[in-house]
């Protein structure tokens, strides 16, 4: 079976610009989870998905930073008016039923404002 | 604000060693999980061990957990090349949401 894939891998944009990053999670994992890790730190928490509902949000910095998960499978973390402080690595992780259970990780999406 | 963090921040060692890193965290668990990440990219499950759990085995890892002390271990035994990586605990939190929180990780360099 195919683990969590995200697209794209790596994405360049400019300063102002809006961007749209995607996770596949693992079919039927039902928790989805966005985490955005700078060079040398850990993975830091940005919102995590119960379903089609955002569960906790509290991770998002700021309202630039907004994700979807319309149908419970596919989610999109969408980033308004980058700035170079948006510079990471976002990963994205699904696991099965309340989440309290390993996650998997995709490869991540590796975004670089200029 | 980081509610695990492991030590050292970087083990060097030679192949045939055991590696030991720890993780300390300050307020009550539920679980806690070990991850290895290689070349800052998608993180790899190894060991989940719960808070009614002491010492937990998979293979050359070694996990165990003083809820005491607020500490958990990982001590991965005769390390090769290939673990090589950065290790990170992530710890639940008791009562909480269902959110890992993770700290900054241990870089292990093992050489062949």
């Known amino acids: 079976g195919a683990g969590v894939s995200q697209t794209p891998s790596n994405k360049v944009t400019e300063k102002g610009k809006y961007v749209e990053l995607r996770c596949d999670p693992i079919?039927?994992?039902?928790?989805l989870y966005w985490y955005r890790q700078s060079l040398g730190q850990g993975p830091e928490f940005l919102i995590y998905f119960q379903g089609t509902g955002a569960a906790d949000d509290s991770g998002l910095p700021n309202d630039r930073f907004f994700a979807v998960r319309p149908e419970g499978s596919v989610s999109t973390l969408k980033i308004q008016r980058t700035e170079r402080g948006d510079s990471a690595v976002y990963l994205c992780a699904s696991s099965f039923g309340t989440g309290r259970n390993e996650q998997f990780f995709g490869p991540g999406t590796r975004l670089t404002v200029l | 604000s980081q509610q695990g963090e492991e030590d050292p921040q970087a083990l060097s060692i030679q192949e045939g060693e055991n590696a030991t890193m720890n993780c300390s965290y300050k307020t009550s668990i539920n679980n806690l999980q070990w991850y290895r990440q290689n070349s800052g990219r998608g993180l790899v499950h190894l060991i989940l061990?719960?808070?009614?759990?002491r010492e937990k085995h998979s293979g050359r890892l070694r996990v165990t957990l003083d809820t005491s002390k607020k500490s958990s271990s990982l001590l991965i035994t005769a390390s090769r090349a290939a673990d090589t990586a950065s290790y990170f605990c992530?710890?639940?939190?008791?009562?909480?949401?269902?959110?890992?929180?993770f700290g900054r990780g241990t870089s292990l360099i093992v050489h062949p």
């Open positions: 992530a710890t639940d939190l008791s009562g909480g949401s269902y959110i890992p929180t």
């Open positions: 061990i719960r808070s009614n759990e």
């Open positions: 079919s039927g994992h039902t928790a």
